[in-house]
Nanobody, 126 residues
Framework: QVQPVESGGGSVQAGGSLRLSCAAS????????MGWFRQAPGKEREGVAA????????YYADSVKGRFTISRDNSKNILYLQMNSLKPEDTGMYYC???????????????????WGQGTQVTVSS
């Protein structure tokens, strides 16, 4: 089992930016999607961005569309999440994961992914 390592979290004021990184060699073996998820205290883990590994197509939850960008550096096996115009409601622990999904509508469901890292904390103050 490959465990990715997330980094790049921190504390910023509303309107600020952060770039998260997720590094793991062999992470995408036998997977077709990579994704970023977040979990706020007392809430369920929710998907915010996903990337189809073969096509490079990207998908975003409505709550982050236009503000977040998921990308991948294939040569370095790193997945990124660029987060701009951050809001207090973006606060949470952010995780990356990969999975083999059979149903497109499930791309933001955490139970469809495996090989989770420890996460990186993002705190946005108003």
């Amino acid at each position: 089992q490959v465990q990715p390592v997330e980094s790049g979290g921190g504390s910023v004021q509303a309107g600020g930016s952060l770039r998260l990184s997720c590094a793991a060699s062999g992470f995408t073996s036998r997977k077709n999607y990579m994704g970023w998820f977040r979990q706020a205290p007392g809430k369920e883990r929710e998907g915010v961005a996903a990337l189809h590994i073969m096509s490079g197509n990207t998908y975003y939850a409505d709550s982050v569309k236009g503000r977040f960008t998921i990308s991948r550096d294939n040569s370095k096996n790193i997945l990124y999440l660029q987060m701009n115009s951050l809001k207090p409601e973006d606060t949470g622990m952010y995780y990356c994961a990969a999975g083999y999904l059979y149903v497109f509508s499930h791309i933001f469901r955490a139970d469809q992914y495996n090989d989770w890292g420890q996460g990186t904390q993002v705190t946005v103050s108003s």
